[in-house]
């Protein structure tokens, strides 16, 4: 990032992004330009007075083409050969030849050409550096009793902040007072307002809807997550894909190779075939023309800048243009169970009695683990409350370690937990039951008393709402999905069917799943892995790319992930590989048709039927444009 005047808001490093790409001077420069080609053209060819013209010709040539003229002069001097070289020795002849409009023709559509590829990769950048602007620059402070307005880069952490309804929250903080749902779309992509209270994360740039809160400031403005997603998508711009470092290291042999074809286009037709000398010349200038590989460099670095900001305004944070290709080209991708696919939140799902009413098991199972903090407790009193089953008096309550609780409701004593809390109690309708829910991949405890088993519960880690449809999704773009999960194989393979995963690896500490993760790269190559940013971390940075879910305000995620996700919906998952997809298929298709218009037009060339100025218009002007609406077609819902 070196050159750029860094970014006070974004700390991006890029602050051109903020600014307008045409400015007066190109305005003015493509307005004289063109009147004066245009003059030029017409005394040249229609008056008496060719040497005006050519005089106002290379007045446009030298006003247009100032900048690639002196880059293409600086790099001949220093025996580099670039796209610049190639414009610069084609305008050159074509004035030596006495075809000063075509030189000039070259100069003004190769300015404009550029000018257009600036603009396109101005627009993305421009438009992540907007979300910038829903922050509001001020912020209501309570000071002294009072409020207090001031630009929000003068609050300190700690003071607290007001958000009335409509109001955009100014920094990042906790609600400290009020209730309210506040819209995180720009950040998160969530179309739903998010209930927030007390206690609750708030983010720089969301708008409070309807209720009144204060923020206590938990960040600076230039440490809010907004401004680090702006940065870092801004810093994720900068890096080069394999794509395009393969073009570019292609690009540093090209440009000499076609000054050599060039050359010898000059001399063999002349001495071989007995074509004209200038005639010959005039073909190597266009064959100098339409291979200035401009559309064939912008068309990588277009479409992925595209892609970027495309995902960076649905929630999507990626990290570099390289993690974006890989995504597309990965044809696996693996999912940690607790906290990806599931909640890690357990749920009883089952209340089964015997000889007793279901209401009952499921009050003595609450009235003994009201006194514990358990998760299975934290369950089972969650489905009481729901089903509205009062809690009864434990007396002589104790816990069991490893085995469960037991304590005294009125003159009986009941257990409660695993199958070695009741190890007087034989077999019997209660054991085919158990079974049958183990096989479930279920966790089951049993409700009774030392003699008989009164019940049974059973609970299971809820799985998201999109799960299932999002694995059906990459199902049916033919890439495998594998889970890995720390739980027994028998709770792991219950999930993963429930889901509809193709392969589950049980069981695993966090190292495993390095080794595992190692493994799937052996047998699969590309592999993504997709986990919560923070347990998984070893994982995630062991994969080709590494998906972190659910990571907003989570600065461990943002720094360890090559994605991250910013809301807690699997679905995005799919959304990423869809646009992923979608934008390899672009540069494909940039490239592809790079190469077939540009190979086409040469061939044209050397046989004569093609002029410089054609040469530029289509080969290099309208292909640019063509590459580069292409391109952003990517930021377009379902632009396929």
Known sequence: ??????????????????????????????????????????????????????????????????????????????FR????????????GAFLTANPA????????????????????????????????????????????GEVVVPVGDVRVGETVLARPGDAIPLDGVVTLGESSVDQAPITGESVPVAKGVGDEVYAGTRNMDGYLEIGVTKPEEASTISRVVALVAEAQAHTSPTEAFIERFARYYTPAVILVAGLLVVVPPLVFGVPFLEAFYRALILLVISCPCALAISTPVSMVSGITTAAHNGVLIKGRDA????????????????TLTTGRLEVDDVISFGVPAAEVLAVAASLEARSGHPIAEAVLRRAGEEGVPLRDVEEFASVTGRGVQGRIGDTRYLLGNESLFPDVGGGAWRAEYDRLEGEGKTVIL?????????????????????????????????????????????????????GIDECHAGLLPEDKVAMVEQLMERYGQVVMVGDGVNDAPALARANVGVAMGAIGSDIAIEAADIVVMEDDISRVAYL???????????????????????????????????????VAFGDMGLSLAVIANALRIGRPGGE
Not at 589 to 615: D, E, P, R, S, Y
């Open 1 to 78: 990032m070196s050159g750029h005047e860094e970014c006070p808001r974004c700390r991006a490093g890029v602050c051109e992004i903020h600014r307008p790409v045409a400015g007066r001077r190109e305005i003015a420069v493509f307005a004289v330009a063109g009147v004066l080609l245009i003059a030029g053209v017409y005394v040249e060819y229609f008056t008496p007075y060719p040497l005006a013209g050519t005089i106002l010709l290379l007045a446009a040539a030298v006003i247009s083409g100032h900048d690639v003229l002196k880059a293409g002069l600086l790099a001949l001097i220093r």
């Open 81 to 92: 050969f670039n796209i610049a070289v190639l414009i610069t020795i084609a305008a050159a």
């Open 102 to 145: 075509e030189g000039a023709a070259v100069l003004y559509l190769y300015a404009i050409a550029e000018f257009l590829e600036e603009y396109a990769a101005g627009r993305a950048h421009r438009s992540i550096a907007s979300l910038l602007d829903i922050a509001p620059q001020t912020a209501q402070v309570r000071r002294d009793d």
């Open 324 to 339: 974006l290709e890989a995504v597309g080209l990965a044809r696996v991708i693996v999912f940690d169970k607790t906290g």
């Open 447 to 499: 409700a009774g008393t030392e003699s008989a088993v009164i019940g049974l519960l059973a609970l299971s880690d809820v799985i998201k709402e999109d799960a299932r449809e999002t694995v059906a999704d990459l199902e049916a773009r033919g890439i495998r999905t594998v889970m890995l999960t720390g739980d027994n194989e028998r709770v792991g393979e219950a999930v993963a069917r429930r889901i």
């Open 577 to 615: 590989v869809a646009l992923s997809e979608k934008t390899v298929s672009v540069v494909r298709q940039n490239v592809a048709t790079a190469v077939v218009v540009k190979l086409g037009i040469a061939a044209l060339a050397v046989v004569g039927l093609v002029t410089l100025w054609m040469a």
